[in-house]
Structure formats: structure tokens, C-alpha cells
């Protein structure tokens, strides 16, 4: 079934109005608040004893070490082969085109 251009010009209308209809009516909807009569009250305590850094042991260095190792490997073996590919598609697409 063919439309004509003008039908589908009336359709693009109508269907930019209900978009706007329909951000107009979510954009005039109430936010979502809070309760006023939830209070919760919060003890502060005075000292806090955590320490902000701790140095890593040697298993978690070594463990990290591993895993940026194994990642690194994998992902320049992805982008190896994905250079390969582009590039025996360009090898190819261009000897073809000497022909």
C-alpha cells in the first residue's frame, strides 16, 4: 500500500502533537516528595577510628598484578584480531579494484 506524501506528512503531525501532548502532561505531573512526618533521628559519633588508606599486602599486589596481566592479554588479542580483519578487508577490497 503507497502512501502519498501528503498523507505521510499528516501522520509525521500527528504524531509530533501526541509527543508534545504527552511531554506537556508528564511535565505538568506532581514530583515525588518525601513525607514530611518520617524523621529520623541520627547519632553522631565523636571519634572515628578508620584509618583512610591501608597499604596492600603482597598477596593483593600480586593478585592485581595477575588479573591486569590476563585483561591486558586478552584485550590485545581482541584488538589484534579486529586490526587483522579491518585490514585484510582493505587488502583485499584494494586488489580488487586494481583488477
Known amino acids: 500500500m503507497a502512501t502519498s506524501v501528503a498523507g505521510t506528512t499528516i501522520r509525521t503531525v500527528l504524531i509530533a502533537v501526541l509527543t508534545l501532548g504527552a511531554i ?3 511535565g505538568r505531573s506532581k514530583p515525588a516528595t518525601p513525607e514530611q512526618g518520617s ?3 541520627v547519632e553522631i559519633q565523636k571519634t572515628i577510628n578508620t ?3 591501608r597499604e596492600p599486602d603482597q598477596k ?3 593478585n592485581a598484578a595477575s588479573q591486569l596481566g590476563a585483561g591486558s592479554l586478552v584485550v590485545g588479542a581482541m584488538l589484534a ?3 587483522s580483519v579491518v585490514l ?3 587488502v583485499t577490497t584494494t586488489t580488487s579494484l586494481l583488477k
Request: hydrophobic content about 65%; aromatic content about 12%.
Open 24 to 26: 506537556v502532561l508528564v
Open 39 to 41: 524523621a529520623v533521628r
Open 51 to 53: 584509618p583512610l588508606y
Open 60 to 62: 593483593q599486589r600480586i
Open 81 to 83: 584480531l579486529v586490526i
Open 88 to 90: 585484510a578487508y582493505l
